[in-house]
């Protein structure tokens, strides 16, 4: 059974620093293109960064270039988030998903045509002093 698990949210000062995780299992993990997305409080769900099946491409979104890092170890089932210099608009629930995308090695990091099939139930990460 298919099924994607995060953990690694909490409360974390302004500035610093976390690791998200995603732990998948019940799917060949080198078919699938994975995702970060993020929901803030009375506002839409927004596709934060991605990586492709075999972990060659990376996108982010304008919001956290330069300040979050995805990576994946497929052999382990596990895709990483790290972030950075977090800011309090950063603060939300944080959803891992799944593409199937086998060919190109490429990945999108938004939701487009509702591309990601499968999610898991979302960790909170609230930045706050």
């Known amino acids: 059974q298919l099924q994607l698990v995060e953990s690694g949210g909490g409360l974390v000062q302004p500035g610093g620093s976390t690791r998200l995780s995603c732990a998948i299992s019940?799917?060949?993990?080198?078919?699938?293109?994975i995702g970060w997305f993020r929901q803030a409080p009375g506002q839409e769900r927004e596709g934060v960064s991605c990586?492709?099946?075999?972990?060659?491409?990376?996108g982010y979104s304008d919001s956290v270039k330069g300040r979050f890092t995805i990576s994946r170890d497929n052999a382990e089932n596990m895709v990483f988030l790290e972030m950075m210099s977090l800011k309090p608009e950063d603060t939300g629930v944080y959803y891992c998903?799944?593409?199937?995308?086998?060919?190109?090695?490429?990945?999108?990091?938004?939701?487009?045509?509702?591309?990601?099939?499968?999610w898991g139930q979302g960790t909170q990460v609230t930045v706050s002093s």
């Open positions: 019940g799917i060949p993990l080198d078919y699938y293109a």
């Open positions: 998903a799944a593409e199937w995308r086998p060919y190109p090695d490429t990945c999108v990091v938004e939701n487009t045509n509702g591309r990601y099939w499968y």
């Open positions: 990586i492709s099946s075999k972990g060659s491409r990376e």
